[in-house]
């Protein structure tokens, strides 16, 4: 990361207008030589941060949740298959043939640390303002959220990668251990779940960072490391401050009216896109998932360019209501229902937006149901059977439930032992998590990589390396100290 990049991203990027899914938005342009002086110069510069989150007016290339990295982890799993001809790098993802010079992990090294970049300088920065102190720790801590889950995710996809924690780092900064990475991610949620709030008075804060969310990524920092009481605690952390439940119908889960509802514990939110102006301020869960079939019903640009593998439809049980959520296998042409390949339609709320164009739908990072599997999976691993049982359940029960009434199927689990279990709860992550980015990070953790996929794409054999992505080739070019990924010498 070369310090001209720093000062590029302030210029260009900073001191614009921050993404309108944040409430609190100074509009005013400033420059760098009279910024982070003012409360609302503290506050415009951590909407910054969040604005790299989602949509396209931050750069050339869209946000960290905008397509890529979640496209990513499905492909590169026994989720996703791709259709999208033009993209070779998604090819490469979903028959584990990518190389450094996949465009693709660019995209993702370079939105994850501009992202950390201006997480820095605020985090720098912002104390020196003489402001409000309990807006000023909160937004700090905000900040520190934000690089956290940037670290984390960096931290699953590469390995090794170089940490940057402060304003202006070296030019050419070498790697760091994981260990040392995932230190920092604790060290920044340590901090952050001190001062961020439960929630937010509703309409001031919708989509920031939360207590509950920097317990939940710790959860999932913990369990990824296999510390399962700590990922237990952690869990029981989110609980004991009631702000969260899942809705009764799996149904109202993205349903636009819904967003920031009482499931999402952090989602990226994306905004209400008005057609083609501000295209890429919105969501492309449409574009990319939704069948071309559908133009019959009048849809416009749903293109299909990822698709789920028949294995993943084919798991669910009948009468599991997620499927029929989930997925598309149906077009009505002019009163005739035709049969499709299945296709994923969960992020498509039919009645708010029937042309199914760009999406203002969130896109869930963390949701209730991830932090009650978490929980599961921990105490499984604690030998604390009947908590596992209980908590995978309580996802089971949910996904009976038709929208009207609970159908007598998908039957409580008892008795399983400790590797059914783990199993078990393996496949309900599959099944209820389908599109949300998780799948190939599941895989890994649990040393099911390599089978799962060949199950779900025949001839498909990920190799040992493929727990981890190479670095790309342009940051080892530019940088003599970063090494490639050992894996992929």
């Not at 340590?190 to 960072?209: E, F, T």
């Amino acid at each position: 990361m070369k310090k001209s990049l720093l000062y590029i991203i302030i210029v260009s990027v900073l001191f614009t207008s921050c993404s309108k899914f944040l409430q609190e938005d100074p509009k005013h342009l400033v420059t760098i030589e009279n910024y982070y002086q003012t409360e609302a110069d503290a506050v415009s510069a951590v909407n910054s941060i969040y604005a790299y989150l989602n949509s396209i007016s931050t750069g050339s290339t869209a946000g960290v949740y905008h397509s890529t990295f979640w496209v990513m982890a499905g492909l590169a799993s026994d989720e996703l298959l791709n259709q999208q001809f033009f993209s070779p790098q998604y090819d490469q993802f979903a028959t584990f043939t990518y190389t450094p010079f996949n465009s693709g992990l660019e995209e993702v090294w370079d939105r994850h640390y501009k992202t950390i970049t201006l997480a820095n300088i605020a985090i720098e920065r912002i104390p020196k303002i003489n402001m409000n102190p309990a807006l000023r720790d909160r937004l700090v801590g905000e900040a520190r959220f934000l690089r956290a889950l940037m670290y984390f995710n960096l931290v699953r996809v590469f390995g090794e990668v170089p940490l940057l924690l402060n304003e202006v780092e070296d030019l050419y900064p070498s790697k760091v251990s994981t260990a040392a990475i995932y230190t920092a991610i604790e060290n920044d949620l340590n901090l952050a779940k001190d001062v961020l709030p439960k929630n937010y008075v509703i309409g001031s804060g919708k989509g920031r960072a939360t207590k509950g969310a920097a317990w939940a990524l710790r959860a999932k920092m913990h369990l990824t490391k296999g510390e399962w009481k700590k990922a237990s605690d952690a869990c029981e952390e989110v609980f004991s401050l009631n702000e969260y439940a899942l809705w009764d119908d799996f149904g109202d889960v993205f349903k636009l009216a819904n967003r920031n509802g009482k499931e999402a514990v952090f989602s990226v939110g994306f905004g209400d896109a008005n057609g083609a102006l501000i295209f890429w301020e919105a969501g492309q869960f449409q574009v990319r998932l939704l069948p071309p079939a559908l133009s019959v019903e009048g849809v416009v640009n749903a293109q299909g360019w990822q698709v789920p593998t028949l294995h993943l439809y084919n798991s669910y049980e009948s009468g599991d209501r997620r499927r029929e959520v989930t997925f598309i296998s149906e077009v009505n042409n002019n009163g005739t229902i035709e049969t499709i390949r299945p296709h994923i339609q969960k992020y498509w709320d039919r009645a708010a937006e029937p042309k199914g164009n760009e999406s203002s739908n969130d896109f869930p990072v963390i949701r209730y149901a991830d932090v009650l599997l978490t929980y599961a999976e921990a105490n499984n691993e604690l030998d604390n059977a009947g908590v596992a049982h209980d908590y995978i359940n309580k996802i089971r029960k949910r996904a009976r439930f038709n929208g009207v009434t609970e159908l007598p199927v998908l039957a409580d689990l008892s008795g399983l032992n400790k590797d059914q279990m783990r199993e078990a709860i393996l496949k309900e992550r599959y099944l209820e998590f389908v599109a949300e980015g998780h799948r190939f990070f599941d895989l890994v953790r649990t040393g099911q990589l390599a089978t799962k996929v060949p199950l779900a794409k025949p001839g498909v054999n990920p190799a040992p390396r493929h727990v981890y992505f190479p670095l790309p080739l342009r940051e080892t070019d530019i940088n003599p100290n970063l090494k490639q990924n050992d894996l992929y010498k």
